[in-house]
Structures are given as C-alpha cells and as structure tokens.
C-alpha cells in the first residue's frame, strides 16, 4: 500500500525550470494556499539553475544562500546564472533570484569533480526507528490537537513529500503548554520518484531542508514557530552535500537549534541515509519574532 | 607580565583598509612567510568593507563566503562593495575581492537593527580550564616536538592573537602516532587591543575563526593537515554572530570536525565568552588532500 498523499504537483515538477536563455531559468508558478513563496522551494529552484550550467560530471557540494525579499507565489521567479569560476577540480556559480525586476534571493554553489577522497570519517547516527515500522504522517496526526492536525493537512497538500516521525515533535508538548529541548528528529522522502542524476537528489534534499527546521527553536519556549503568535522567516542557508543519496528513499533528518536571541534563531540539521551515512548538512538562520498586539 | 608575542602588525593594522572610493577599499600587503594568502585575513577584510557601507546602529549577524582562488599575499587585495539591500530590519552586502582584475573570494554578509528578541537560548559550554589559569601557547610549545615547536612559532610571528590551550591538541597526538576523536579547543584573543566599535571584534573573530578549523580534521586519521604531506585549502567559510564580545578579551573556540570525504573536510566552531555565553558559531568545508608522491 502507498501511503504518500494525493500531490497536485510533483517534487520533479516543481525543479523542472524553463530555459529562456542561455543561464537564465524561470520556474513555474503553482497553486498554493500560503502568501509567500515557501524558501526551499526557490532555494532549490536556485540550484538546479546553477547545476544545468555546469559539466554533469561535477556533483554540488555545497551551498550558501540569502532570502532577501518575500517572494509572491502568485508569480514566476526568474534565475540568472553567474558563471563565477571554472577550476581544475572546482566550480563556483551564482544565482540571482528575481520577481518584479527585484532580488529576492542570491545563491552561491560549489560543484566538484569525482574525487575518492584519502580519509573518511562522519558523526554518527542516533538509533531511530526504521520509517518502514513507522505508521504514515497522516496517521499519527489524526489523533493530534486541531491545530496541528490542520497545519498537518496543510504540509501534506502542500509539499510533495512523505513525512514519518521517530518520536513526538515538541510542536506537540508546546500545544499542551510544555517545553522540550531544541531538537526534532523526521524521515522524509520525496512522494514521487524522482530521476538518477545526482542534482535531481541533492535539489530535493534542499527542497525538503527548509521544512520543519526553524520550528525546532521554539521548543524551549514552548511555543509553535509559525502561528499568528510567532512569526518566521528565512534569512539564510547553507547545505554541505557529503556522500551519495536518493531522496525518493528515506532520509533521517536530525534537527536542532543551537542559539536564538535577538528576534533571530539558528538552526542545523543533519541528513542520514537509512544505513546511518550522512548524507547533508544544513545550517539555517531566521527572523522569529513573537507578534505583540496593540 | 604581558605575554603577547611581538608582533610585526596588529589586528587592527590589518583591518584598516584604504579607501578608494565609494564602495571600493585596498587591503594592506604584510611581510608574509606564506605563499598563500590566509583565509581569515581575507574573509575579515571583506567584512571590514562590507560594514564601512552599512549605518553603524546595524550590526553583523552572519556572513557567508567562498575562497576562489589562491591570493598572493604580495600583492593587495581589492574589496568591491555591492549593496544588495537596505530593508527595514535587515541589512545585505555582498563583497568581491579581486588580484589582478580576478576574483579570489566573494561573501555576503547580513546586518540587523538592534533588537531585544522574545527568547534567548543557547548550547552549553563544556568546563575548560581559565585562560589565565594556563601557561603562553609559547611555553607549552616549548616541549612539543620540533615539527609543531616550529609550527607555532611560524602562528605566532603571522597572526597577531594570543593564543592558550585547555587540552592538548590532536596534532601533537598525531606527531606521536596517536588518532584522536576530531575535536579541539583552543583559547584566543588579539595581541593588542581593539577599538569600541563591534565591527572590529566581529572581524577580528572572523580572522580568528579561520585558524586551526580545517586541522581538526586530521584526527582521527593521525595525521597533520597543512604539512607538506596533507595539502589544505579553504573552500567555503560562513559565521553567525550572536551576542556582544571583544575579541581583545578571551574567547574559548570549541572545533569539531563533523564530516569528512571525497579530498574534504567540514568543521565547525563555537565561540564562547569567558562567562560561558555563545557569541558566534562558524561553518567551513575544506580541501583536504594527502600528497601523493612519484
């Protein structure tokens, strides 16, 4: 039995760009319920924008981007590809994301040559339970309070992923007035399966790294990040892509929030494969700021 | 007694940059006993002209960067300003810096408005004996092996900071034949002392935070990366800034290596004031080869 929900639109659709010139992309415009455009959505627009324009045998292995603007999902975004640097082993490009004639988001990549590599080494995985032992994400929130059962419904018609939870999310306790630690742990994969090229993978994983992650700041304050009481918003974002993956199988996203103050939080991730190889790491920065009322 | 090593140029020299127009800045050459230029010093100075364009109410909080070529440390470096974006809270930059009308580095760099924040929350820092507790770096090395005896006089006479260490570092763990779990702690703080303004302790944390990092690597594998056997370079940098410091006090930067493979390396740090609070957390991925020999 499948249990990925009835996606309007693909994780493929949604990254596959329209050529309008050479290194200049416009990504397709879809129907949403939210009014900005959703960050990992355009990051990983971005990237494959900057993927098409380099040598296919060079894998992304890193990523570093800021959301200047909100971007209106309303309309299309347009990528214009800057050819940095072609290097013997390394290659930098840069993305400009623009609506209105406006900047709302500038990516740089580094993509690398095959290279084995001398030395190995990675932190290890947690022990989680196996996403196939764990009900689907539909059924797990159908016992949950109404409002998170409603943002659930709202994550699932949304984006184009399958979601599992190894444990409780603190957005749980923070609805019961409790707090938790700074961390949350889920398996995603992509609802649909997806090309072999590599920078189809590494592009889902960025998709799927802006969902959930700024969410694990508010759990020691034992708030929801993200209601009408706190409000969130991108600054930045950084993805280190280590060794190979799918992201149509499952991938254990380890999240945590190392800091937050001054309206801001910071948060990290770290992506395993289910054999416990990490696969991405993920640093985010973003505006939160509790809504005061007149 | 002071125990600064004397030094050629202080930290403030180096981050004083010549104007050459608006948005145009020169960096100073040094006596340099390298061939490259250091990674910090550059990643600073971009810094540096990045907040010379930015209302000085507004402070750094974050900076993300790529190193794209080798600089030449004879020659200055020249940091191209573009002023992406001027909002309502936030602040962006982006910084070019060019040698020979090519570019070696680019970084974008955000700046906030003061703001209080509703919550505040942050990683511990692990007990490591007090600064002023240790003897000089200079009197530790003094029994270390003449290969790392050698190495830090080499930091010591480039890099105006002061420097203790709470633990032995790995590195000498290496020199004896030793692995050790990839993780390093180092105390720092610049020779001399620094203006007011933070600007200044953010770029001289920034300088800081490209030293030692990429070595941290090398542990569990017992070798010593950056000699003549293990080539390293920097790839990528980004620092988030969090709360107040001076880097002219003691700041203790915990290093830990996360993910290495495919000829890199990813570290990254925290830095902590004496009083245990975190003020800023740095990323980098490295090129980490070993040499091999016909």
Known sequence: VTTAPQQAVTLEQILDLEPLDRDLFRGRTRPTQTLRTFGGEVASQALVAAGRTVDGERGVHSLHAYFLRPGNPKAPLIYRVDRIRDGGSFTTRRVVATQSGEAVFHLSASFQAPEAGSFHHQVPQL?????????????????????NREWFSLVSAMFPLEIRFPEELPRFAAARGEVRPPRQRIWVRAAHRLPDDPLWHACAATYASDLFLLGTSGAPHGVVIGTKDIRVASLDHAVWFHDPFRADDWLLIDMESTWAGHGRALCRSSFFRQDGVLVASVVQEGMVRRVTRA
Chains 1, 2 share one sequence.
């Open 127 to 147: 022990t989680a339970p196996a996403p196939d032992q764990l009900p689907p994400g539909s059924v797990v929130m159908a016992d949950a309070d109404p409002a």
